[in-house]
């Protein structure tokens, strides 16, 4: 099993550019989600999916788009680029929304300048 | 909205002692408590975790202790190694979208 795979790992943007970041796991896990690590912040929760059609915010979802067409798949969107989004992404999956241990990717840095 | 206070936020120790990182919480309907290592550049891995119907856990030089009237656990790590210094987290939480993560404690292993 690849686990959670993540891509890009680096990407600069400009202020206003769109992007999607890819996420996908073969762990057939119904729970997805997306966070950012901020320094001094910890991971805070952008969205999440409990499964395939379905997606809901989590703590810091301005600016940012997601959808849930497969189990496997959970991108994430950046419709216009700004400098506060500039963090390290952690896309990560449970089994279930009740199962608590979650796995992360590796991460995606993005600056957007 | 739960809240997760973790202290400190830096921690320096000499290698073969111990360190204790102590976090708070402030919904009692959480009744997870994970906890994370993060070394530079990677990804946070799970590291062991606690439920709320048990008091104290151990992995071998890690151990979780819980105090669920006080809303309080906290992350002993004994023996202290090189390889463990990392950024931890705390976790605090019911299901996988209602965990709420601690700010981090960066822990330095001085050899």
């Known amino acids: 099993n690849a686990g959670v795979t993540q891509t890009p790992k680096f990407q600069v943007l400009k202020t206003g550019q769109s992007m999607t970041l890819q996420c996908a796991q073969d762990?057939?896990?119904?729970?997805m989600s997306w966070y950012r690590q901020d320094p001094g912040m910890g991971l805070r929760l952008i969205h999440y999916?409990?499964?395939?059609?379905?997606?809901d915010q989590g703590e810091v979802p301005n600016g940012y788009n997601v959808s849930r067409s497969t189990t496997e798949d959970f991108p994430l969107r950046l419709l216009s680029a700004a400098p506060s989004q500039t963090s390290v992404y952690f896309c990560a999956s449970s089994r279930s929304a009740g199962e608590n241990t979650i796995y992360f990717g590796e991460g995606s840095w993005l600056t957007v300048v | 909205g739960e809240n997760v206070e973790q202290h400190p936020s830096t921690l320096s120790v000499q290698e073969g002692d111990s360190a204790v990182i102590k976090c708070t919480y402030s919904d009692s309907a959480s009744n997870y408590f994970p906890w994370y290592k993060q070394e530079l550049g990677k990804r946070p891995q799970l590291i062991i975790d606690?439920?709320?119907?048990?008091g104290e856990k151990k992995d071998q030089r890690i151990a979780v202790t819980l105090n669920k009237t006080a809303k309080h656990f906290s992350l002993h790590i004994t023996e202290t190694q090189p390889e463990d210094s990392a950024v931890y987290f705390c976790i605090a939480g019911a299901g996988s979208y209602q965990l709420t993560f601690g700010k981090g404690t960066k822990l330095s292993v001085i050899p």
């Open positions: 606690i439920r709320s119907n048990v």
């Open positions: 999916s409990v499964g395939a059609g379905i997606t």
């Open positions: 762990m057939n896990h119904e729970y």
